[in-house]
């Protein structure tokens, strides 16, 4: 059950990311992603603020000084500051296709380090779901170039955003964490505004756009961080992959964009690929790897 509570929210957090990238898109139009990093690090704070104010808890509860939520917090603001670079230096696409890779690393992390059963059959078909992945995106060998690492970092940090939000302790709640999690975002968009200044224009269109922004962040980090906590990692991690699904969406009836047999043939294989981790029972048959101290599932 935990499972498969974890794996729905991590669809809702993928749904959620979706409208809001689609959203920040619209709204880079008129502004830096410096200044929107800003913007949307500060409204997402003040609402898990208020949401923490609300619930009687601390803002400052004393497990936040601690070292899994000095990585987390350390790991958001480098994946941050990292892919906003990435997208703007290199091909979305191919710092797109880079990012895909994120719930590999999470399931890798949480065998290495939590000690999480992964069956060899969990790991083929995350492994085709990433296929998948390359079949919607499709990088070509031309797009990639050194500017290409700062997706590569973007990916690790992700990563270890969410293997340390599974790490942290159970006292801090989801919106305590949120409160950091946004608050990061302010030194990522400062940073990214002092390497590329730039000047920005409100409008009411902005404003709307900023506004949803910050509404669909927070419910998508608020879903992801109980996913993470809820169902185990290799499980619900793959559920990443739906975000790819939802922007094909998006992106069709926002955007008009038309896409080919490939990319629809690679969303079946997400999908499927997503279905079948899901309904996969655990085996009580494992063994222990004497060199990593990993178990790993026969």
């Given amino acids: 059950m935990d499972n498969t509570r974890g794996s729905i929210f991590m669809i809702l957090a993928m749904a959620a990311f979706s409208v809001e990238d689609m959203l920040f898109k619209l709204a880079a139009n008129h502004a830096s992603i410096g200044i929107l990093l800003i ?3 500060l409204g997402g704070m003040s609402i898990f603020m208020m949401l923490t104010w609300r619930r009687g808890e601390d803002f400052v509860p004393p497990a936040i000084f601690s070292l899994p939520i000095f ?17 703007t230096l290199t091909p979305l696409s191919s ?14 992390g949480a065998a290495l380090i939590f000690g999480e059963v992964v069956s060899v059959k969990r790991w083929l078909a995350i492994g085709v779901g990433f296929i998948g992945v390359l079949m919607i995106v499709r990088p070509g060998l031309d797009s990639f170039n050194v500017a290409s690492l700062f997706a590569v970092v973007s990916t690790l940090g992700f990563a270890g955003r969410d293997l340390a939000t599974r790490a942290a302790s159970s006292s801090i709640s989801n919106v305590q964490l949120g409160i950091y999690g946004f ?8 940073l990214f505004e002092v390497y590329q200044p730039t000047s920005f224009h409100f409008s009411p269109e902005v404003t709307w756009f900023i506004l949803g922004v910050i509404i669909f962040g927070v419910v998508a980090y608020n879903a992801l961080t109980i996913a993470m906590r809820k169902g ?3 499980v619900v991690t793959p559920f ?5 699904l939802f922007a094909l969406v998006l992106g069709v009836f926002v955007f008009k964009e038309t896409p080919d047999v490939m990319t629809l043939l690679g969303a079946s294989v997400i999908v499927l690929s997503g279905i079948y981790i899901l309904t996969q029972k655990k085996d009580n048959t494992a063994m222990v790897s004497p060199s990593l101290g990993v178990n790993i599932k026969k």
């Fill in 39 to 41: 913007m949307f690090g």
């Fill in 71 to 87: 990585i987390r917090v350390t790991c958001e603001i480098t994946a941050r500051l990292c892919f906003a670079l990435a997208i």
């Fill in 95 to 108: 710092a797109s296709a880079i990012l895909q890779a994120t719930p590999l690393v999470v399931v890798l």
């Fill in 183 to 190: 608050l990061a975002l302010i030194p990522a968009g400062i």
């Fill in 232 to 234: 185990a990692v290799s």
């Fill in 240 to 244: 990443r992959y739906t975000r790819l």
